[in-house]
């Protein structure tokens, strides 16, 4: 499957974002999404997963209550709607795929599929 992120820019803090990620190539229902970020300086974290269906999503504490992850398998795209942005949200922002015979996990591992980056910057 190819993943394609785009949504990222240039925001206030206190602002919103929502970042997109469009799938082709490979049943979009085989596959359970996850957005990752990584700042200058900094190894990759996690952000935020959910599961083929959209049933189940996990988060990373740090975005809790703001960012929301969703999917919408007609559009093969997982949306990531950030709100009440931080300067500390600045990253590039990535989605990746697992085989749904993977567990859906909150954290960065090897992932089947990788999509390319889209860059977020929030100013304070």
């Known amino acids: 499957v190819q993943l394609q992120a785009s949504g990222g820019g240039l925001v206030q803090a206190g602002g919103s974002l929502r970042l997109s990620c469009a799938a082709s190539?490979?049943?979009?229902?085989?596959?359970?999404i996850s957005w990752l970020r990584q700042a200058p300086g900094k190894e990759r974290e996690f952000v935020a997963a959910?599961?083929?269906?959209?049933?189940?999503?996990y988060y990373a504490d740090s975005v809790k209550g703001r960012f929301t992850i969703s999917r919408d398998n007609a559009k093969n795209t997982v949306y990531l709607q950030m709100n009440s942005l931080k300067a500390e949200d600045t990253a590039v922002y990535y989605c990746?795929?697992?085989?749904?015979?993977?567990?859906?996990?909150?954290?960065?591992?090897?992932?089947?599929?990788w999509g390319q980056g889209t860059q977020v910057t929030v100013s304070s």
């Open positions: 190539g490979r049943t979009f229902t085989a596959y359970h």
């Open positions: 990746a795929a697992d085989i749904v015979t993977r567990p859906l996990r909150p954290a960065v591992h090897d992932y089947d599929y």
């Open positions: 959910i599961n083929w269906s959209g049933a189940t999503s």
